[in-house]
């Protein structure tokens, strides 16, 4: 793009200036579903603000949680007791539930704008600028996933400037720059091309009017562009007006910045991680091999041995009842004890668990302790376990494995429930048994000293993905082993299914 097409749209939003807070200002506490705003213990009677509000907003958004009047109404009252304020909270929290929650979110704002507007007495141009600096503020976002979290940044944006032609540009590899987001797939200008690239490259903001309005808003982290937003805006949007969308633009590449840089940081880590991650993983699979051909060939010759001994002893008539009883149960022990052991080996490939569906592989573990050990198991997974990196599913497997084998060797339980949840945000595991329990802090001691670090190995190897790990039990039980990863695939990283 030359410099002759690109004109510099100056300024300022015709709103005045607004700190983009967070809504709620703290945490939201939940309260009996078809509560009232009004109702709310802090919220001033006296609010007909928000109480017009709220039945403009029941009337536009049947879709909304049941709780987000309530909580929208509690995000509002954290606030100073000003109507303008208020108002503009509770309208800004409903509009950044419904983009959060992946909902169709224009005939909401429309609705709200306008009835916010005429309450307060502003035009929608302020009106859209004050509430998009609230919504796109809200912690939620920050809560999803960084490919998640963009596009409903992205979706907000394209409801506040009326347009769906809203994309991200970052320089590539190749010295060119990519699309690394768009609101619609089919929906691209094509000079988004040239202004992203402008923008990058001199870092300021790129202009030109060819029929409609095309913008890139370059998106900096320590003062350099590492990225553009790029958007396409109507002459006439249904609300506002070309400046408002400008200032919504700036506003949202503001925002978006602070999510790459986050998905930059989790590249990097990932990285780390995995190199951290597969050298663990090497270490397993080459115990696996040690055991395959160390112990279980050694048994094969014990058992030998013993079949021999049992003959010289028959050949002599030394064999009786008890004693061939005898030689019967060492049999038996041997077997256990290789199958025990050919099972260990084959657990500790790491591409076992890559090939097969993850689903299969817990059933197995739950099949072996119910047929061994008389242990009771049931597993539930909610969510699709088939798109996670391979180092998720390893992670998760050790994790459950590693707890069920605590259950089977010291919780005398006779149930044990596996639970994984697969969201957006998360992938959350859960291991829970009604057995005895323990003192945690005394027990993880105790392993330590005996050189005994298996749950304390699976919580860094948690922790080195980014996730939480917890146990939760005492004397007497319950136990409850919780491990939680962040919902994030690395670029070009498949998982095999």
Known sequence: MGDADSTAIPGAPLAEDVSPRTVANGAVSELPEGTAPQAHPTLPQADEGLELLARVA???????????????????????ADARLRSIAFTAWLVATSAVEGLPTQPLLDSLTEAAGNHLALGADTVLVEIHAYAAADPRFTELHPASSISRQLALAGAFVDSSDLSIWRMGSSGSVECVAQLEADRRHEGAVAVATAAIARAEEQWTDVGAILAAIPISRWQQPVAALVGCLPHVPRLGNARTGAAILRATATRLAQVLEREMLLERNAAHDEILTATADRRLARLG???????????????????????????????????????????RRIEATDESLRELARSLQPQTIVERPLDSLLGRELDHLRNRYSIDGTLEIDGDLHDLTATQRITIFRTIQEALTNVREHSCASTTNVRVTVDERAIAVRVADDGVGFDVATSLESARLRGRMGVAGIGERVRMLGGIFSIDSRPGGPTVVRATLPRWRPPGDQASA
């Open 58 to 80: 029941a009337d536009a958004a049947t879709d909304l949680p049941a709780s987000s009047l309530a909580d929208a109404a509690h995000a509002a009252a954290q606030l100073p």
């Open 289 to 331: 091999y040690d055991l395959h051909d160390g112990p279980t060939q050694d048994l094969i010759v014990l058992a030998g041995d013993l079949e021999r001994l049992r003959r010289q002893v028959s050949e002599h008539g030394l064999v009786d009842s008890r004693i061939d009883a005898a030689f019967e149960e060492l049999q």
